[in-house]
Each structure stands twice: as C-alpha cells, then as structure tokens.
C-alpha cells in the first residue's frame, strides 16, 4: 500500500453518500497510517455521477466499474451498490490484488456469499484484505456494551432481544422500487435490516445463532412502478403495478452457541417508526440495552448492588475513555449516524496497514448471510432450523 490509499466507490446513492462523508472525514479526525484518498466514483448515469463527485468530493468519476477494479491507481474497492452487484465486483476486485470494503448483506444467497468469502481466505495471502460493511459495530455505546459484556459485568447471557422497526413503505401506494424485488435485494426486511440486528447481537454477545424458527409476512404484494428513486424515497409511474417478491416483516425465535435465547422483529410496517433499533441483553449478573434513537447512550442494570440502589443506569456515552470518543468533541457533545462509518473506515485503514483481517471479515459476514438462509427456510417449513456452520459453507 502507497502512503495514500486510493479508494475507488462503485454507487453514490444512500450508502454512497455516507461512505463518501467517511473517507472525507476519517484523516481530519483520526491519526492514521494511511491517508484516504477519494480517487473515483463510479455509478451507471454518466451525468449523475458526474454530478455526485463533485457534491461528494471525489476526485474522477467513471461509468464502468470494472476500469475501477483494474486501475492500478486504486488499492481499496468500495462497493456500495444493490446486493445483486456485490459477489461480481468484490471478486473481481479481489482477483485484481484490491482491499475491498463491502456493503451489507455481503450477498443475496449463500452460494454467492461462499465464494465471495472464499475468495477473501485466499486474498488474505496475498495481502489483500476484506471487510464489510456492518457500521452499527462501530457506534460507541455499542462498542461499549460488547466490551461490558467481555468483562463479564452482567454474568452469563440469558436471553437477547432485538428488533428493528421501520415504516417507510406502510403507504400501498409507495412504489416497487429496487428493495421489493428479491432479483435484485435478495430478501426484503430480514436482508436489509434483519441483518443488522444479527450482526449486531452476535457482535455483542460473542455468540453465534445455532438454531432458528421463523415467520415472514408480506403485506402488500403489488405496487406502482417506479418512476423516480434515491435512497428511501421514490415517485410512481401512473398505473402500471409490479409484483412484490421479497418479505416486508420477519420475526424469529433463536438459540445461540453460548446457551442463550433471543428473539429478532425486522418489519418495514411499524406504523411511526422511522428507525427504530433496539437490542437488549438480560444475564446472570445484570442486563444492558441499546436503542438507537438514543445513540450516545447505554442503559445498564447492575444486579449485584444492594436491592436499594438497584435500577437502569443511563450511561452518556461521550467521554473519552469510550471507543472512538477521544477523536471528537468534549464530554457531553454528542455524534450521530454517519460517525459510526468513519469508524468503520477507520478501523479498516488501520488493519490493512497491521496487515490484520478486518472485522466483520467476510467469513464473519458469510455467517450472518447463513443466518438469513435458515430464517427464509424455517418460514417456508414452518419449523426449527439449523444454521449452517461457517466452516463447512467456505469448505462448501
């Protein structure tokens, strides 16, 4: 790696947007062994991406993802595109000696999630390394609850609950835009939020799901054609409908590897709920929770003080002893969403420069992926399943 780490992003939309604010901001913030460079974005219209590199701040722009993938002027591939593209790219930027950072879920099925990791194992040895991209890891009160539970502060980890509520398309008449085609998302609430939430609870608790029985629902199964989209947002085209192929809410039971239970609620019909993500872990010795519309802070119970002094202690998560937190403002000043991908990016940089394997790898994004699989099998059967062993899915 050169002492600038050239970074091509292939799509500018949503994710686009906030990894570009990563890499504009991660070397103002962080002192860092690299210096991230926005060389060139790539998208499909060659106006609008135009347009985006310079409201974004990259340096070129292109219309071919693949001149990305081969310049040998670009050391890390940035995918931020719809989960039908991610397996094409990354291994292709793979096989060209490229860090590839990509956008959650790694895949729309194991088969491709498989090779994708595959392809990262045997790059590893080449010194090219892989990430994707789970930002909610990199949030501070997060960060904070995986390493009180590390620490042991609430015992044995019993029961884990989470889920994560939207209501974007509660409206029938919103359109079919490319989320609710399963061709190109893979899956509906259960791969674009559900997969959150997985990542999210494994990562805190340090367990893996074994064993899930579950439920998916669609509720409205043909919508307007799309006429105009970005990000969430999106216009009709007049009467014309299309089918929709992919779940709005999915629910399951689970077990983990560690001997506890869990519940998981994924649903983008929770009327008033914008983005609503809450995980709560109950053990032996005191529980914890997290909800994102309170970012900056971590609700603990202890359950070993006396009785009296017992109850939820709200912890502001801004001091500088927290993950992350020495970086940015005095105590009490609080951050949002979009520094939780300039950790991201940051703790990529400076594994790539340890010659670490970043985390989550894509070994560690396969699992999450084998974990949806058994989510989508156990609806259709109506029954318990297992989750297929990492190890035996890279081994394939």
Request: proline share 4%.
């Amino acid at each position: 790696m050169s002492q600038d780490l050239r970074v091509g992003m292939v799509g500018y939309a949503f994710m686009g947007a906030a990894h570009s604010q990563a890499w504009r901001t991660v070397n103002h913030v962080f002192d860092l062994p690299a210096r991230a460079r926005m060389s060139v974005v790539c998208g499909r219209s060659a106006g609008q991406v135009a347009d985006a590199a310079v409201k974004l701040g990259w340096e070129g722009h292109t219309t071919d993802w693949r001149s990305v993938v081969e310049s040998d002027d670009i050391d890390l591939v940035d995918i931020c595109t719809p989960g039908d593209t991610h397996a094409e790219i990354a291994l292709a930027a793979l096989a060209a000696g490229k860090h590839v950072l990509c956008e959650k879920p790694l895949a729309n099925s194991v088969a491709e999630a498989r090779e994708m990791a595959a392809a990262a194992a045997a790059a590893k040895t080449r010194g090219v390394r892989a990430m994707c991209g789970y930002n909610y890891r990199r949030v501070p009160a997060v960060a904070l609850m995986r390493q009180l539970v590390a620490a042991g502060r609430i015992g044995t980890i019993r029961h884990v609950r989470a889920v994560y509520l939207q209501d974007w398309i509660v409206d029938p008449q919103f359109p079919l835009v490319w989320r609710l085609r399963k061709e190109i998302a893979g899956s509906g609430a259960l791969g674009d939020i559900g997969a959150h939430i997985v990542d999210l609870t494994q990562f805190v608790t340090g367990q893996s799901i074994t064993a899930v029985s579950a439920l998916t629902e669609t509720f409205v199964r043909t919508r307007p054609l799309p006429s105009a989209s970005s990000g969430l947002s999106a216009s009709g085209n007049g009467a014309a409908t299309g089918d929709v192929t992919v779940d709005d809410a999915a629910l399951f039971l689970a077990r983990l590897d560690g001997g506890a239970v869990a519940t998981y609620e994924a649903t983008r019909f929770a009327t008033g709920r914008k983005n609503a993500l809450r995980v709560e872990l109950n053990g032996s010795l005191g529980s914890l929770a997290f909800d994102f519309e309170r970012m900056n802070e971590l609700e603990v119970y202890d359950a070993t003080v006396p009785a009296a002094e017992q109850g939820f202690t709200k912890i502001l998560v801004t001091e500088a002893e927290h993950p992350y937190m020495a970086a940015w403002w005095p105590p009490g000043h609080l951050i949002g969403y979009e520094h939780s991908f300039t950790h991201e990016v940051r703790d990529l940089i400076e594994a790539i420069a340890a010659g670490q394997d970043p985390a989550p790898s894509f070994a560690d994004a396969l699992q999450v992926q084998l974990v949806l699989d058994a989510v989508e099998r156990s609806a259709a059967a109506g029954s318990w399943t297992e989750v297929e062993p990492v190890l035996e899915a890279v081994q394939g």
